[in-house]
Every structure is written in C-alpha cells, then in structure tokens.
C-alpha cells in the first residue's frame, strides 16, 4: 500500500468519529479505515477515512481553531439531482446553506457543492457568457444547474 503524498487533516474539537462516519454513509466509495485513540492525550482520537477514494485523517482533541471558508471541500457533480443528494445529505442534522454553492455541514466543515460545467463556463473566451454565468452563480445559493446553463446561453430557465 503506498502512502499519499498529500491527505487533508481536519481537527475537530470532539466529533472526528462522528463526522467520519457522517461522511462516509454519504459518499460512494467511502469507508472508515480506522480509530485510534491516543492514550497520552485524554480523549484525543485519531481518525483515518476515505471519501471517494481519497485518504483523509480527522482528530478529536481540544484546542482546535473553527473552521471557516479559508479551507473548504469540493464536491463536482454531474447533475442538479447529485447537487441536490449531497447538498441536502451534509446540511441535514445542523448544517447551514451560504451562498454561491456554499454550506456548512453541522461539524462546521465548509463544502462547496459544483456543477461539472460551472467552472468551464466561468472561464469560456468569451467575456460576455463568462459574466452572465457569475452574475447568475453570485445571485445562488444552492446551485441552480438550469438556470447557469441559460445564463451562459443567454435565454431564461
């Protein structure tokens, strides 16, 4: 087994175990790998999960800073039906909508849920479709998949 050259921590004041397993119901191809509790340290536990695929390790400790949207986890989805399942999926139990495909899962983990074609309609040549496209993602919250599409056309959803 090779060893992943970058993994994202996340550091939670009490809920690592509980959120990894949160996640991993979500997710395909997601398991919890292992929880280590580390006998130094009180109630600190380590926490290593997949999600998609990908390696994440979580702890449980004190002193943990919130987390905000300086550091957020991008789902890109095919459809308004996947926008959707994982969208209402990590609001569900406390989490919070934000705006422009933000929201906050009840761990305070911030998540942007995208539509594949939003970033290559955001970055098309032409500066006109490019500007509908943010102008109509600018005025969402949870994304509207209809609705970019039109705005990049420049007809109404």
Same mark, same amino acid.
């Given at each position: 087994?090779? +060893?992943?050259? @970058?993994?994202?921590?996340?550091? !939670?004041?009490?809920?690592?175990?509980?959120?990894?397993? =949160? !996640?991993?119901?979500? /997710? *395909?191809?997601?398991?919890? #790998?292992?929880?280590?509790?580390?006998?130094?340290?009180?109630?600190?536990? #380590?926490?290593? =999960?997949?999600?998609?695929?990908?390696? /994440? +390790?979580?702890?449980?400790?004190?002193?943990?800073?919130? /987390?905000? &949207?300086? +550091?957020?986890?991008? @789902?890109?989805?095919?459809?308004?039906?996947?926008?959707?399942? !994982?969208?209402?999926?990590?609001?569900?139990?406390?989490?919070? &909508?934000?705006?422009?495909? $933000?929201?906050?899962?009840?761990?305070?983990?911030? $998540?942007?849920?995208?539509?594949?074609?939003?970033? *290559?309609?955001?970055?098309? *040549?032409?500066? +006109?479709?490019?500007?509908?496209?943010?102008?109509?993602?600018?005025?969402?919250?949870?994304?509207?998949?209809?609705?970019?599409?039109?705005? !990049?056309?420049?007809?109404?959803?």
């Amino acid at each position: 087994m090779s +060893i992943q050259k @970058i993994t994202p921590f996340l550091w !939670y004041a009490k809920e690592a175990e509980q959120a990894a397993a =949160f !996640y991993t119901e979500i /997710f *395909p191809d997601s398991r919890v #790998v292992r929880v280590t509790p580390v006998p130094s340290a009180g109630a600190t536990k #380590v926490v290593e =999960f997949v999600l998609f695929g990908q390696p /994440f +390790i979580a702890m449980s400790a004190e002193g943990g800073e919130s /987390f905000n &949207h300086s +550091i957020s986890l991008m @789902i890109n989805c095919s459809d308004q039906a996947e926008v959707d399942r !994982y969208w209402d999926r990590l609001v569900e139990g406390g989490g919070a &909508h934000d705006n422009c495909g $933000w929201l906050k899962d009840r761990f305070g983990v911030s $998540w942007q849920i995208v539509p594949n074609d939003l970033i *290559p309609m955001m970055a098309d *040549p032409d500066p +006109i479709k490019a500007a509908r496209v943010a102008e109509a993602m600018m005025r969402m919250t949870k994304f509207d998949v209809a609705r970019l599409k039109a705005a !990049y056309a420049g007809t109404k959803a």
